[in-house]
């Protein structure tokens, strides 16, 4: 059995991505530079929260939700990645990480299972951030031994 599930929010938009949450919220990013969580009920979407912020004009670089899903992390042609609380749409600042990007932000992953995230763009030598929690050595066995999916 197949439903289509509309919203005015989405119309004539093109959508770029979609992060399933669980069984009843969705995050939906689009081609006019907003990402949208919608929570589903009664087979129709109800729009939750909106997270602006991340532009692009020339690429559409796609944004993750956190394994617990709680935050939303996007990159953005500014060079500087948008954190977002998914459940109050407070933006957090990730000021603390020091970045200095001279370039867009193109890729953006967060570990499955351990607080990670990895941040790249096409920028000179297409340097990768990897940022995290500091871990002890048998931590970092443990991650170093499972297969990580990065773009």
């Known amino acids: 059995m197949r439903s289509l599930i509309t919203h005015e929010e989405l119309k004539e938009d093109i959508i770029i991505n979609i992060k399933i ?15 949208r969580h919608f929570e589903i ?9 909106k997270y602006v912020g991340a532009n692009f004009e020339t690429t559409m670089p796609l944004c993750t939700v956190s394994p617990d899903n709680k935050y939303i992390l996007s990159p953005s042609e500014s060079g500087k990645p948008m954190l977002w609380d ?18 867009p932000l193109s890729v ?31 931590e970092c066995k443990i991650v170093a031994a499972q297969q990580m999916v990065w773009y």
């Open 41 to 49: 009920a009664s087979n129709r979407l109800k729009l939750i929260d």
């Open 21 to 35: 949450l669980n069984k009843n919220h969705l995050v939906i990013q689009s081609g006019d530079n907003l990402i």
């Open 108 to 138: 953006c992953d967060w570990h499955p299972k351990y607080n990670l995230i990895l941040i790249s763009g096409f920028v000179e030598f297409c340097p990768i951030f990897v940022y995290g929690n500091t871990l002890s050595e048998a």
């Open 86 to 103: 998914v459940f109050t749409g407070v933006q957090i600042s990730l000021d603390h990480l020091n970045l200095d990007i001279k370039g």
